[in-house]
């Protein structure tokens, strides 16, 4: 038995043991779903659901959640943006569990709306320097060797309203562009050993076929290394939102490099300079000057619950505090939490695979007094990079980006166990 097995264990006993003392309260207790609900569905009464037959197979086609669990779904702020056709739907981060994204739940960010394609139709072009310029068929592309690969996607802008002071109340709009999913497709290095690279290729642009025309400049190292031309997820085609029927995996880079409905890549001797790496996707330093080219995604974590639109409902006692950590550089080989706002700090225990450039699971488990707490996750990944504190980051950048903010969060958690989005000194 390793030392994880041996800490949930004796939670469990100590739980048990408390559950025992309280006559029933583990399971009607006077807090959370437990009070809620009909009487007349609960024991020793047979419940409605058990009195009649229920749907047959054919009364979905397509897999939906229990309407019970309406509230686990994609929001968007609406004075984020001038239009929903170039804006964001925020993942509800506090809602889910595990590592993986369910399809319909992975955030979108769309800079001219979704982009809704005939397969048929679609075609990918490859062209610049290379051998052979090569027009392919979805068809064509299904031919190649094939690998299967999670991990996380995350928008450069992701936390980017907290550069100046705490703003949206939910990690669901502070954390909530970023997923993680399978993708099942082909390495982008294949695709262009088909077409021949000339010997000054040293970047890409791909390009998407959506009415924005968006594109990129991906230096040749990164192409042949570990991206993908991905045409599903979770083992289903892409959603349209998603890039149907094709798009481009960058792991661990900035989600605006990941270009959906992909129909183009350029190969050149030098970056294109195009206006999603100019004018955006810059990080605007304090001195009004910009650092570019700051693809990497840093090492970050956040508490999912408890958190603002996650309160405890259950009162004092055994409570379970569940977090995400990534990093777009490798693996998170720590995760420590602090309820008091950084004077003491505990490891937290990581549940799960531990994938390169994908979502960590981490919880921590303690007894709440009732007293207010301060909560905050603090990650460290496998080249030793620790998560730093806001100020940290502003010390170096100042104010003005909205991009690249992996600065430790903070949950203020009020004895009646409402929380609120906070940043403490």
Known sequence: MNENTKNID????????????????????????????????????????????????????????????????????????????????????HELEGIITPNGLCFERHH???????????????????????????????????????????????????????????????????????????????????????TNAKWLMPEGGDASGMNRSLPIEKAL??????????????????????????????GNMWVKWLRRI???????????????YTDLMENGKARRFTWEMDCKSVITNPSPQAPITHGKGHTILSGLAWSGRGTVDRVDVTTDGGKNWH?????????????HRFYYEFDWDGSPLLLQSRAVDSTGYAQPTKDQLRAVRGT???????????????SSGEIENVEIS
């Open 10 to 93: 004796l939670t469990r006993r100590k739980l048990l043991a408390s559950a025992a003392a309280g006559g029933i309260a583990l399971t009607t207790g006077a807090h959370g779903a437990g009070a809620a609900g009909n009487p007349e569905n609960l024991p020793p009464n047979i419940p409605d659901w058990s009195r009649a037959l229920g749907e047959g197979v054919d009364a979905r086609p397509y897999g939906t959640p229990s309407e019970f669990e309406k509230e686990a779904v994609r929001r968007h702020v609406r004075w984020l943006t001038a239009s929903t056709e170039s804006s964001v739907n925020f993942t509800p981060l």
């Open 112 to 198: 001219a709306g979704i982009a809704e394609i005939d397969p048929a139709d679609h075609r990918l072009m490859i062209n610049g320097l290379v051998d052979k310029p090569l027009i392919f068929t979805m068809e064509d592309l299904k031919r190649f060797p094939r690998t299967n690969r999670l991990y996380f996607l995350e928008c450069a802008a992701n936390s980017g309203m907290e550069w100046r002071g705490a703003q949206l109340n939910g990690c669901q709009f502070t954390h909530g562009m970023v997923h993680c999913v399978m993708y099942t497709g082909i390495p982008l290095k294949y695709i262009l050993e088909e077409a021949g690279l000339k």
């Open 225 to 254: 290394d570990d991206c993908l031309v991905a045409y599903k997820m979770n083992g289903e085609a892409l959603r349209p939102e998603q890039g149907y029927p094709l798009r481009l995996v960058v792991p661990g880079w900035e």
């Open 266 to 280: 350029e190969v050149g001797d030098m970056p294109w300079h195009a206006r999603e790496e100019t004018s955006k």
């Open 347 to 359: 490891a937290a225990r990581i549940d799960g695979p531990q994938l390169p450039k994908a979502l």
């Open 400 to 414: 003005n980006s909205i991009y690249h903010n992996n600065g430790i969060q903070t949950w203020h958690v009020q």
